[in-house]
């Protein structure tokens, strides 16, 4: 993982290269200040204070970077990407995420050319603190993502959130393979077919004092989506070593509640499962056990997200949490509705949707609410079980999922559900194309402002 530690540094007046923010509306005045040699430099390099532009002044004893930037968490992404390696310190305040993101890199595979470091100069120490966490948190999400399914299975999620509780002072408990056929089935029947060392499994962490509030945090952790026996075609498999992208932000934001040292009582969940293609796979048809009692008929293995997230869902439920955040890189339709920069978000619960869309606003890390329309439960109607899991047609895909995760959250408990795409499509400043995190910084934000610390 990308080591941020360094690229933030306390401010202590020691040298660095002068970053001076511009903007278009106020770049005259500002020209108009400065000197003949400066104006003819910035002239040369064309600089006339568009967004995302940078000109370098050289000076009698070195040089400083002049840089217009646009608002928001990546406002220095571009210029942590391209500035030479050195030290910085700014002219003004701005958010560091982009900073650090600007420089991140996956290089599991292939090593990345060295650009070296770009360290920047903060006043505000809390601010440094702050920005790397959420930086890391954020890689860990993105390289989870970008590990490729040979060597991300369920058993290193399994070794992931045991590294978690290494690091807290949580505890794991894992239920595996055929312990999964009576107590969690539907999560049992999805890994079944996948090889005896991607075996499926529930990952349970706890963490907190039990005295605090009870939440949870459940993450779909499908490492392969073969599609099942409805197998997928070779393009809509090409991606599917990110349908773990669930899984990556629970345990992402798992360590931001433990390292913010939030005052709840944690429970994080993640079925871990490939969904693979063998003898004994299940079929269309089949209708499964469910943790619940429900019975659900399956009418496509490809819809299989829902199927460990509803066992999984049920196990937290058990504990009464007064609160549950799911993440699952669920459905397409999602994508086909919103994009895949914005996510949507689904929740009965009047406060906790007003408080996560305005922590996505403040953190702009936004979500979009979409409804829980109850006339559309007639769809997961069934002739042979309790319910279905893909409805025929495939009308109001991401909806009809979302009630299907439904039927399995106590109605006394708030629950919000989040389908992610987990995936950056095309690079931008600070977010190179691959996996990505969707509504992790609003989702902390909003849980740092519920439970605040004494």
């Known amino acids: 993982m990308t080591d941020f530690s360094a690229l933030l540094q306390p ?31 910035v002239a040369g390099q064309r600089f006339v204070g568009k967004p995302g532009s940078v000109a370098i002044v050289a000076t009698d004893d070195g040089w400083y970077v002049v840089a217009a930037i646009e608002s928001g968490p990546w406002a220095l992404a571009k210029l942590a990407e391209t500035l030479p390696e050195g030290v910085y310190r700014l002219d003004t305040e701005a958010l560091l995420l982009g900073w650090l993101l600007g420089q991140y890199r996956f290089d599991r595979y292939r090593k990345a050319p060295n650009a070296g470091a770009r360290v920047l100069l903060v006043e505000d120490e809390t601010q440094i603190a702050q920005a790397i966490g959420l930086a890391t948190a954020t890689a860990l999400v993105r390289d989870l993502v970008n ?4 060597d991300l299975g369920p058993a290193e999620l399994e070794q992931e959130a045991e590294s978690l509780a290494q690091r807290h002072g949580a505890t794991v408990t894992t239920t595996r393979g055929d312990a999964l056929a009576s107590g969690y089935p539907m999560i049992h029947a999805v890994g079944l077919a996948a090889s005896d060392d991607r075996a499926p499994r529930l990952i349970e962490l706890e963490w907190g004092d039990p005295a605090h509030p009870r939440i949870a945090l459940v993450g779909k952790g499908v490492c392969f989506d073969s599609g099942g026996l409805d197998i997928k075609p070779a393009a809509g498999m090409r991606l599917m070593k990110k349908d773990m992208g669930g899984a990556a932000h629970a345990l992402a934001l798992a360590s931001l509640v433990m390292a913010a040292k939030l005052p709840v009582r944690l429970h994080l969940l993640i079925p871990a499962v490939e969904n693979a293609i063998a003898g004994n796979a299940f079929r269309p048809g089949d209708v499964l056990r469910t943790r619940a009692g429900l019975t659900v008929e399956n009418t496509n293995t490809d819809a299989e997200g829902r199927l460990v997230l509803g066992d999984a869902l049920t196990r937290a439920c058990e504990e009464s949490p007064e609160l549950i955040l799911d993440f699952a890189t669920l459905t397409g339709a999602a994508r086909v509705a919103l994009g895949p920069d914005l996510p949507p978000l689904f929740t009965d619960d009047e406060t906790l949707a007003a408080d996560l869309l305005a922590a996505g606003i403040a953190e702009a890390d936004q979500m979009w609410r979409m409804p829980l329309w109850n006339a559309y439960d007639e769809m997961l109607k069934s002739d042979v079980a309790d319910l279905v899991n893909a409805p025929e047609g495939g009308l109001a895909g991401a909806i009809t999922a979302a009630l299907f995760l439904r039927r399995f959250v106590r109605n006394d408990i708030a629950w919000a559900h989040l389908d992610v795409f987990a995936w950056q499509a095309a690079t931008k400043p600070g977010r190179p194309k691959g996996g990505e995190a969707y509504a992790l910084r609003a989702a902390f934000a909003m849980l740092a402002r519920r439970y605040p610390q004494a």
């Open 11 to 41: 401010d202590h007046g020691q040298p660095a290269h002068a970053i001076h923010i511009v903007d278009a509306a106020g770049f005259d005045a500002w020209l108009a200040q400065q000197t003949p040699s400066v104006r003819q430099s």
């Open 147 to 150: 590990t490729g399914a040979s």
